[in-house]
């Protein structure tokens, strides 16, 4: 037993540092990371990142991070990246916060915030447009093969209420990575852009992305806010074509009509229809029925007309009168 009692100790030494390892350390702080920035990259589009804080402990626990969203509108998701890209409008500023967390182990205490924020861009108020709104129109393509369809792209709007009377507005639309500047304005009284018309576009009118649509001014006495909108394009998805709804029908019918017409050739031919709906037997009426048999017969200048009476089988028969 004395001889033993060595190897005992050493085993249960490496036992309890191997639990010490396994169980997280209740000192074992998580920090925030650092250089936490939002940059516009593109129209309606952020892109966030920051770096995992240097001094950060070493340990077996995975660290994620837990992204808040706090302006134009609320929202929070988690990723194990250091970088992230969103889709938002802008105009009214973008902020955002970060903080460490724990992947896979929910015992441990997440880090505290760090936030940035994306300044909204300048311009005087009141002078932004208002009442945007967007339709897009598909139609077949028969002038090339790249593209089954072409899609046009038609937006309006209202011009601010406190913009001079000398602004003009421009608008550009985004869709992916494709940006494109309006080249046909429709224009008010004062000669203000208020409408643009796209003939063809590169939207896909079947895509789930969102179109960003962007409009800023200019004016020689105020400086013109921009304004900026995301459309789901299924909203505003007005098609020449008929709804899968119409062609469904149509499909239907047509079939119906085919089979239709098959089976009645092969009634024809098989003469099935007199199988499965034979004649059905008149009733016989009760009232005599005669047939008149009129023979005319000339002899010189004498005329003698024989008339018969016949009766139906089952009466009784008259004779034949001659006159």
């Not at 998580?30 to 936490?36: C, G, K, Q, S, V």
């Not at 499909?251 to 239709?260: D, K, R």
Request: proline fraction near 6%.
């Amino acid at each position: 037993v004395i001889i033993m009692a060595p190897e005992l100790l050493i085993l249960l030494g490496a036992a309890v540092i191997l639990q010490a390892d396994l169980l997280p350390d209740k000192k074992f702080l998580l920090l925030p990371p650092i250089n936490f920035t939002i940059k516009a990259v593109n129209l309606a589009q952020v892109l966030l990142h920051w770096e995992p804080n240097p001094d950060q402990e070493q340990s077996n626990v995975q660290l994620g991070y837990h992204v808040k969203i706090n302006a134009p509108q609320e929202e929070d998701y988690e990723t194990r990246n250091t970088e992230s890209s969103l889709i938002t409008i802008l105009h009214k500023g973008f902020s955002a916060s970060v903080q460490t967390v724990p992947w896979n182990n929910q015992s441990l205490q997440a880090s505290s915030w760090v936030s940035a924020e994306l300044k909204a861009p300048p311009g005087s108020p009141g002078t932004e447009i208002v009442n945007l709104t967007c339709t897009t129109n598909t139609k077949a393509d028969n002038y090339t093969h790249l593209r089954a369809y072409q899609v046009s792209l038609h937006c309006t709007w209202l011009v601010g209420k406190d913009a001079p009377d000398d602004t003009q507005y421009f608008l550009y639309y985004r869709y992916r990575s494709r940006i494109e500047e309006c080249q046909e304005y429709s224009k008010d009284i004062l000669q203000r852009n208020v409408a643009c018309w796209f003939p063809r576009t590169f939207i896909n009118s079947k895509g789930r992305d969102s179109l960003a649509v962007y409009v800023n001014g200019s004016s020689k006495e105020a400086v013109i806010k921009p304004f900026d909108q995301l459309f789901a394009l299924h909203a505003i998805g007005k098609d020449d074509q008929k709804p899968w709804t119409e062609w469904f029908l149509i499909a239907v019918m047509m079939t119906f009509c085919f089979i239709l017409l098959i089976f009645s050739l092969i009634c024809r031919i098989c003469h099935l229809w007199t199988k499965l709906f034979p004649p059905v037997p008149v009733p016989k009426s009760n009232i005599n029925d005669f047939f008149v048999i009129i023979n005319s017969e000339k002899t010189g200048s004498s005329e003698t007309e024989v008339i018969s009476y016949v009766e139906e089988a089952g009466f009784e028969t008259l004779e034949d009168s001659v006159f």
